[in-house]
């Protein structure tokens, strides 16, 4: 069964930096795209950034476009998302996807 794991998450201060990290277990990633969203309090989970497991293909939602930097470790079968000048708008539970599957999610919060 798949299992699906984030981390990273934690408090920052505005223009900090942050990883995240996206383990996913008994499954091949191949051929699959892993996503990582994200859901403040209140407001609908959104897509922030994706990733063609085989062909590196990536997508950004654009108010993550130049700040965050989506990358995978294929030995490792993780995701990472790269998140740099972050802002109190990029707060939320950020989750990772992929095939269907959900993790726990891993908090982010960016205050000062």
């Known amino acids: 069964q798949v299992q699906i794991v984030e981390s990273g998450g934690g408090l920052v201060q505005p223009g900090g930096s942050l990883t995240l990290s996206c383990t996913v277990s008994g499954r091949s990633l191949t051929g699959y795209v892993l996503g990582w969203f994200r859901q403040a309090p209140g407001k609908a989970r959104e897509i922030v950034s994706s990733?063609?497991?085989?062909?590196?293909?990536?997508y950004y939602t654009p108010s993550a476009q130049g700040r965050f930097t989506i990358s995978r470790d294929n030995d490792k079968n993780t995701g990472y998302l790269r998140m740099t000048s972050l802002t109190p708008e990029d707060t939320a539970i950020y989750y990772c996807?992929?095939?269907?599957?959900w993790g726990q999610g891993t908090e982010v919060t960016v205050s000062s």
């Open positions: 996807s992929i095939g269907g599957s």
């Open positions: 990733i063609n497991w085989s062909t590196t293909s990536t």
